[in-house]
Nanobody, 116 residues
Framework: VQLVESGGGLVQPGGSLRLSCAAS????????MSWYRQAPGKERELVAR????????HYADSVKGRFTISRDNAKNTVYLQMLNLKPEDTAVYYC??????????WGQGTQVTVSS
């Protein structure tokens, strides 16, 4: 299984980024897909999740109304659209795939830095 994140970078406060996570080696449509982030000195935290079959989404309170998670099962890809970015959103963002049968897998992470 391989999860490859992309789309991170440096952006000014108020700016936008779209992260992508391309999955391979798994039946993508069976997996709940999530984005986590970890800032320096802090624990990894769940940012957003999309459930595999019904598309139900869940967001951390800190990103509600600003971030949107979506998935394209035909492309084996999950996205995180991030709007109105704040300095406190600075972190390494990780893609996670989870299925009750096979457990969970992680990507290598992509850095997002929000700074003027």
């Amino acid at each position: 299984v391989q999860l490859v994140e992309s789309g991170g970078g440096l952006v000014q406060p108020g700016g936008s980024l779209r992260l992508s996570c391309a999955a391979s080696g798994l039946t993508f449509s069976r997996y709940d897909m999530s984005w986590y982030r970890q800032a320096p000195g802090k624990e990894r935290e769940l940012v957003a999740r999309i459930i595999y079959n019904v598309g139900i989404t869940h967001y951390a309170d800190s990103v509600k109304g600003r971030f949107t998670i979506s998935r394209d099962n035909a492309k084996n890809t999950v996205y995180l659209q991030m709007l109105n970015l704040k300095p406190e959103d600075t972190a390494v963002y990780y893609c996670n795939a989870r299925w009750i049968v096979s457990g969970a897998f992680w990507g290598q992470g992509t850095q997002v830095t929000v700074s003027s």
